[in-house]
């Protein structure tokens, strides 16, 4: 059977969650992450990541990608292959892209729900 649910009230397996960027990708600062779990599914996982001001390197896997929409605050993406970035602010979406390979710049405080699927 399939089932609905409301964000917040589904199948979530963990709490808010608490971590740092893994010091060999930290490119200024070393800020703070909270995730908070919404939903979680065998190839889905969705809820609200919020994170402070700096920068750090991300390597996406070629089967996960990510839908975010930006609650507070603004982030840059640098793509390292184009050497372009994204801005993104609050009442913005945004994806990132399977494979992608660049750095998340935090400028001002973030809130964000997020949509992160593996294929």
Not at 31 to 37: C, E, G, H, I, W
Not at 83 to 101: C, H, L, N, T
């Amino acid at each position: 059977m399939t089932q609905l649910y409301i964000a917040g009230q589904g199948p979530a397996t963990s709490d808010t969650t608490l971590d740092y960027p893994r010091p060999d990708r930290l490119v200024h600062g070393n800020p703070k992450r909270l995730t908070q779990s919404l939903y979680e599914h065998t190839n889905m996982n969705a809820g609200i990541w919020q994170c402070e001001v700096g920068t750090w390197n991300i390597v996406f896997a070629a089967n996960k990608q990510e839908f975010f929409h930006v609650l507070e605050g603004i982030v840059r993406i640098h793509d390292a292959n184009t050497q372009s970035f994204i801005e993104v602010k609050a009442g913005d979406a945004g994806v990132i892209p399977p494979g992608f390979v660049g750095t998340f710049e935090v400028i001002a405080a973030v809130k964000k729900y997020f949509v992160v699927v593996d294929a």
